[in-house]
């Protein structure tokens, strides 16, 4: 018993594991990262408020407008060669934002929103097959990893651009992306090398059976349902990034450096909803339920600030434990819904895609809203009602009991695309 356990914990890919947290460090990090400059990059490049906003609104638009494609490369690729296309994009999309130009920050903004795309769809499936044994826990830490890249650009880009410049300071973060590609590539070697060694000893798995046909994702109600439920946690999750701050100033009349506390509190209590999520999936046994109490968090936001803005710091923090958790349960439902790898690409396409989509329009409708109205009770009520869609549409399709013969996670790829890089 204690051989076959010490087997099982080498077998663990703890180099893998170290690459997929490097990746997600790169797959937000960059796009926060002109927040802190963006005064000194208007200035330099001459462009106003509007392009500049351009900066952090393409990406999400390439991350609804691009899964299908980013899919078919995945698709064509396999995964674990798509990490790199995904790596190598966000290189060359973070050297050419800095080149100086207005048009080459455009270009490389896009080229940044393509790449990290592929990052989004890939990495969950890479989570899905690589980490049987421990799908929740390995994404709870990579929705950490996300939150964590965030919080790291937003607070070293600054001081990097007094000493060095606003462009050495963007492209810097380029280093990051070389450390995770050299960490990925190092992975895979060790385990090519691993499973060549198995074969020669003959103690290789036999090979998966061969696929199972499925039918287009679209056509099931809970993917529909996951995408609706993503739709809602993105929604909720851009807009309030986007005018929490200026709300907070307005409704409490707090200087806007003091607001912007909020946004770290957001950011930082993600980390606690990402890991409270699987040991709550765990206990409960029921994703939906962990989901609906997610909802609960979310929704103590609006209607907190609605009833008591003075208690701002609480109403941040609790919602963001609930960003956090929301897209980790969802992740987690993803792979839990989906039969094999090739099936959860198609799933997490079509969920993310959908979900982007919405949460596009998230800054512009509320603010919209509340020029419209004036004050900040109509865009905090839309908030709640994204809440909403994500509360019914989530727990009807999160995935009812997790029986435990079950829990050890989705079956191996089938043979054929998948296996491929």
């Keep these: 018993m204690q051989r076959g356990r010490r087997a099982a914990a080498t077998a663990f890919p703890a180099l893998l594991l170290a690459g997929v947290l490097l990746v997600a460090l790169n797959l937000r990090g960059p796009l926060v990262a002109v927040a802190p400059v963006v005064d000194d990059l208007r200035r330099d490049l001459h462009v106003g408020a509007g392009t500049a906003g351009l900066l952090t609104s393409i990406p999400v638009l ?30 060359v999309g973070t050297l050419l934002r800095s080149a100086g130009s207005p048009t080459a920050a455009i270009a490389g903004t896009v080229v940044l929103g393509l790449a990290i795309t592929v990052g989004n769809i890939v990495v969950p499936v890479v989570i899905g ?97 996951l995408t609706l439920a993503f739709a809602g946690q993105a929604f909720t999750y851009y807009g309030t990034t986007a005018w929490l701050p200026t709300l907070l100033a307005e409704e409490n009349g707090m200087s806007r450096s003091a607001a912007g506390v909020s946004s770290a509190l957001f950011q930082v209590l993600a980390v606690l909803g990402a890991f409270a999520v699987p040991a709550l999936v765990a206990w409960w046994k029921r994703p939906w339920l962990v989901l609906l109490a997610v909802t609960v968090l979310w929704a103590a936001l609006p209607i907190g600030l609605l009833v008591d803005p003075s208690l701002w710091a ?37 969920v993310q895609g959908g979900g982007y989509a919405v949460a596009a329009t998230g800054p512009l409708l509320l603010g919209t809203a509340h020029d419209a109205t004036g004050g900040w009770t109509v865009p905090l009520l839309v908030i709640l009602g994204a809440v909403a869609v994500m509360a019914v549409a989530g727990t009807a399709s999160a995935g009812g009991r997790i029986e435990d013969e079950t829990d050890a996670g989705p079956p191996p790829a089938p043979a054929g695309e998948e296996h491929r890089g």
């Design 62 to 91: 390439c991350f609804a407008l691009a899964a299908p494609a980013a899919s078919l490369l995945i698709a064509r690729t396999g995964v674990h060669r798509a990490v790199l296309v995904s790596l190598a994009g966000v290189l």
């Design 129 to 225: 097959r690589d980490f049987p044994s421990a799908t929740n826990l390995v994404t709870a830490a990579y929705t950490a990893a996300l939150n964590l890249g965030s919080a790291l650009t937003a607070a070293l880009t600054a001081p990097l651009a007094d000493a060095v410049g606003w462009r050495a300071a963007l492209a810097a973060w380029g280093l990051l992306v070389c450390a995770a590609a050299a960490v990925w590539t190092s992975a895979l070697r060790r385990q090519t090398a691993r499973a060549a060694t198995a074969e020669q000893a003959g103690t290789a798995p036999p090979p998966p059976p061969p696929g199972v046909p499925h039918g287009p994702v679209w056509r099931r109600p809970a993917a529909w349902g």
């Design 314 to 350: 609480l109403w941040c923090c609790l919602a963001g434990a609930a960003q956090g958790g929301g897209i980790t349960v969802i992740f987690i439902a993803i792979v839990r819904r989906s039969a094999d790898p090739s099936e959860s690409r198609r799933l997490s396409a079509m």
